[in-house]
């Protein structure tokens, strides 16, 4: 019986220390920014302007803004949670083809952006920087907020708090709170510090959601935008995009058929 105590005693110990380093290292386990020199220079095989902003803490803000020359609008695109605008750049192309400028800002330790993301507050002060900032050059209902993976959260926190024409979600997550629950049902919900609840935002979009998930995704699972769906507006869509895993959403043929349809000419 004493044996069967200290084993239980072990096994309680260690579960309790590796909750705890899960919670000081979960950055690691979400964010994994592709980093890029002060000096890199961007090179894309279409028109492109870098952008910099500088944040409340002085940290400096890098984006990259793809133009058409006469766009019919702007996709405020916020990308997954690995690489930089320098890989990322090549999925502007699909847009700008359809006469849609598109700005990609990289986060806090990503590309050319200065820092490091600490808290979920930040990450959406700053994303609300960078589209106040593009609200200057374009009419705010000519602007559509996307966002892929981990970008799905902060681009349905930005849409909620705003007043864009149109909100596309690309593989999003019921919540993160939701995926661990899904994944790792021992790790208690209180260690997240980032829960980037899409559920809770989504009702507060007041303009047009369109949901693209593959059904075979195998990051985040299929049935979070299932769930998301029952919080729809008569107005909001999911489209299911058959055999797709989790990346490669934007080169599926499905996808971009779907998207020729919604991205028809915003009003001037």
Known sequence: MKTVLQLLKIIAAAYILICVLLYFIQEKLIFFPEKLA????????????????KTKDNTLLSGVLFKTG???????????????????????????????????????????????ISNEQQLYDDV???????KNRYNEQNIIIAGYSIGTGAAAKLASVNQP??????????????MLHHRFRIIPSFILKYKFETNKVLPACRMPVVVFHGDQDEVIYY????????????????????????NGISDNPQYITALQKILQPAVQ
Do not use: C
Request: charged residues 15%; hydrophobic residues 40%.
């Open 165 to 178: 024409r149109l909100l596309l979600l690309h593989a999003p997550y019921y919540s993160l709170t939701d």
């Open 70 to 116: 006469n766009a019919k609008g702007l996709i405020f695109y916020l990308h997954g949670n690995a690489g930089s605008v320098q890989s990322w750049g090549q999925v502007a192309g699909i847009y700008t083809a359809m006469q849609y400028d598109v700005f990609m800002p990289d986060y806090r330790g990503y590309g050319k952006s200065e820092g490091h």
């Open 223 to 246: 049935g979070s935008s299932l769930r998301l769906q029952q919080l729809f507006k008569p107005a909001d869509t999911l489209v299911t995009l058959h055999a797709q895993g989790h």
């Open 128 to 134: 609300q920087l960078a589209y106040d900032s593009l």
């Open 38 to 53: 002060a000096d890199h220079v961007f090179v894309f095989d279409q028109p492109f302007e870098e952008i910099r902003l």
